[in-house]
């Protein structure tokens, strides 16, 4: 199943049988202080350069949220979209809980992009689905039910059903539909990652749909938690995850590590050019410094 | 299935439902000038430094191949041997093509050693198979037929067969054979690591036995190969490989954190453990440097 994702000239596609594809996490205000001032004070300067270093990193997709007490959303959202879209030529992905700031973002928002996200209640579903519909996205579906998070794998697989079911409802086909099987940190629970890859075995075989992971939460509140993200990030492709929203600065060396043992990376060619790429990145940013 | 291994004081349990056990590689003079160096002279001080400093970084048990031109292997294996195992209490594994070689390092050993290893020639299991049966030690089985490497996984877990009915015969129990199912470089074949995945989800399914991967031929040729290493070892690990003779200092903690992931760490003690002591480990080796 693919999901297709459009820029102005370009088109993402996300499958099992396609390279993972890197949602560059770094436009969200949340703990970036830098990035809030830059919102609060209107400087576009800032943004577009997080947003052409991503992409340069090797981001697909740009995630875009501008969540800041400060900040009047709904208007700052189509601005920081437009100055993307201009700046970069990948599909967004406009990140927000509230339907107004997704349609404001949708709006402005060139080609097809995505929608972060909508859950398994029913005041969500009703409020967020029409949005996604109305202007042919795609939506991350959070497998997070009417009492929040399901412990088990197999209710988190009923949300799933249910948010597809939903969203067929409406006229949203399957393939637009990406599912978030949901990670805790394992610095909690020590059985917490291992209901995740369980999660996304049951939603692969059942719906075969595609799947998106915040990979980072799973190391919440443990030391060295580039060793845990990567690992878990190999773990979730390896079980059928084919999208994740993440910093391609941090992870993209290993995402495309495990691409290429996958089978998903022929002779080599996206691996060479990624180390080749980002060798230079990292020399010219040490330069800058 | 467990595979127990001894040293004089510990037992070293290798088995799906225990964390991943690190044969540390370091005690090999190929490619590795200074060891040789130190073997030729019978300096044992920077052999047993070396047999230390990796049980210090996590090694459970640890391999010990003498291989060197200007060395007399059947003589230099029982005095290496003898060193390591009055310096570290752990189990350690024998490491030659040749049963002479291999017999002379198992009667030094105390405990119960691993052989590394045999292959699925006639030859070699002829050689073999009655050495390990004699001193009750395990043994590593590659999975290599009379026509070399099987290109597929059906022809390697064939061969895992014929090693594991081969020993049965001659009175060894199936728990004392650890299959490695082989990984070339992904540098050469894009689909090298999936046929190992494959074969590994294969014998797993079918005999159950524990695996060991020599996990570094997967990079061989690429750049940045610690990513490609670390990432094959965690999809290798949730596919069913226990073991491995690595380097416990570059991949260690990336061990860890698979071992945590996939539920084997109750609490994160180990996770955490590992973490705090070569976070040590490491300021002292700096300062010392």
Chains 1, 2 share one sequence.
Request: charged share 20%; proline share 4%.
């Amino acid at each position: 199943m693919h999901t297709i994702l459009k820029s102005e000239k370009k088109e993402v596609i996300i499958g099992i049988d396609k390279p993972f594809v890197i949602i560059g996490e770094k436009l969200n205000p949340t703990g970036m202080k830098k990035l809030g001032q830059a919102l609060v004070d209107g400087n576009m300067e800032y943004v577009i350069q997080l947003a052409q270093r991503q992409v340069a990193w090797g981001a697909d997709v740009l995630d875009v949220n501008v969540g800041h007490p400060q900040i009047e959303e709904v208007t700052m959202m189509p601005i920081v979209v437009e100055a993307v879209k201009n700046a970069v030529d990948v599909p967004l992905c406009i990140d927000s809980n509230d339907p107004k700031i997704l349609a404001a973002g949708l709006n402005a928002a060139i080609g097809k992009p995505l929608v972060n996200s909508v859950n398994g209640e029913e005041k969500q579903l009703s409020a967020v689905l029409p949005i996604v519909k109305e202007r042919g996205a795609a939506v991350i579906g959070l497998t997070i039910g009417e009492d929040g998070i399901p412990a088990t794998a197999e209710e988190r697989l009923a949300v799933a059903g249910h948010i597809i079911e939903r969203a067929a409802k409406m006229g949203i086909p399957i393939e637009d539909i990406i599912i978030d099987p949901l990670v805790m940190t394992v610095g909690h629970n020590s059985l917490a990652a291992t209901v995740t890859l369980r999660t996304i075995e049951l939603i692969r075989k059942e719906y075969g749909v595609n799947m998106s992971l915040g990979a980072s939460n799973v190391s919440f509140g443990l030391p060295d938690r580039h060793s845990v993200n990567s690992a878990f990030l190999s773990l979730a492709i390896q079980a059928g995850v084919t999208c994740s929203i993440t910093d391609p600065i941090k992870l993209g060396s290993s995402i495309r590590a495990t691409d290429l043992l996958l089978g998903k990376d022929a002779n080599s060619m996206r691996y060479l050019k990624y180390f080749r790429a980002t060798e230079k990145l990292r020399e010219a940013e040490a330069a800058a410094k």
